[in-house]
């Protein structure tokens, strides 16, 4: 089945810089990879996702990319702020009978003021 | 608020009990998907139902069992509770159409203590 490994486990950054965080997956039918950030003592919201034919997507200050020859695709958030601080989550899936995520371990993201 | 609702919130309860969680999709929605989330195993998913039918099974254990019913609301029953069943366990809704890869919207969950 599916393994997707996310990296860093925990990111602190100043408000105003970026946040990087990247995943990497084994499945090469996997076609569609969204991430969700979730809040303390909520459910995983989806702030965005990109398909396989397509290598980057932005959403004003997040942007995802993927290089689907590597099987791995990174999150990027600019400008940075406090209401960022959250976990974020990859997952991958692919469009077939069942479509079911396959998670990363997430991302405790810090932005200090 | 994503529009997916879990009853109940919190749930205490002892070894060896049965509970049973509650979920609500989204209106329209066809797909019911059941995770689990814990410290040491992360989100992980257990079943999907589709329409009143089951889908797709992950890790779940054979002490769990789920359901669709015709309104769509799908409940997942655990029973034999362990202490390691501790967890959140949260609820996520899709359109259900074919050939194309949804969005899943997620439910605030369910944490369950099992003392």
């Known amino acids: 089945g599916e393994n997707v490994e996310q990296h860093p486990s925990t990111l602190s950054v100043q408000e105003g810089d970026s946040a990087v965080i990247k995943c990497t997956y084994s499945?090469?039918?996997?076609?569609?990879f969204p991430w969700y950030k979730q809040e303390l003592g909520k459910g995983p919201q989806l702030i965005i996702d990109i398909r396989s034919n397509v290598g980057e997507k932005k959403d004003q200050r997040i942007a995802v990319t993927l290089n689907k020859t590597a099987k791995h695709f990174s999150l990027h958030i600019t400008e940075t702020q406090p209401e960022d601080s959250a976990v974020y989550f990859c997952a991958a899936s692919f469009s077939g009978s069942a479509r079911q995520l396959t998670f990363g371990s997430g991302t405790q993201l810090t932005v200090l003021p | 608020d994503s529009g997916v609702t879990q009853t109940p919130k919190h749930l205490i309860t002892a070894t060896g009990q049965r509970v049973t969680l509650r979920c609500s999709p989204r209106?329209?929605?066809?797909?019911v998907y059941w995770y689990q989330q814990s410290l040491d195993q992360g989100l992980q998913f257990l079943i999907q139902?589709?329409?009143?039918?089951?889908?797709a099974k992950g890790n779940i254990l054979e002490r769990f069992s789920a359901q669709q019913f015709p309104d769509l609301h799908s409940e997942l029953n655990l029973s034999s509770l362990e202490l390691g069943d501790s967890a959140l366990y949260f609820c996520?809704?899709?359109?259900?159409?074919?050939?194309?890869?949804?969005?899943?919207?997620f439910g605030p969950g369910t944490r369950l203590l099992v003392l």
């Open positions: 209106s329209g929605d066809l797909s």
């Open positions: 139902y589709y329409n009143g039918e089951e889908r």
């Open positions: 499945d090469s039918a996997s076609n569609y």
């Open positions: 996520a809704s899709s359109v259900g159409r074919e050939g194309l890869q949804e969005t899943q919207y």
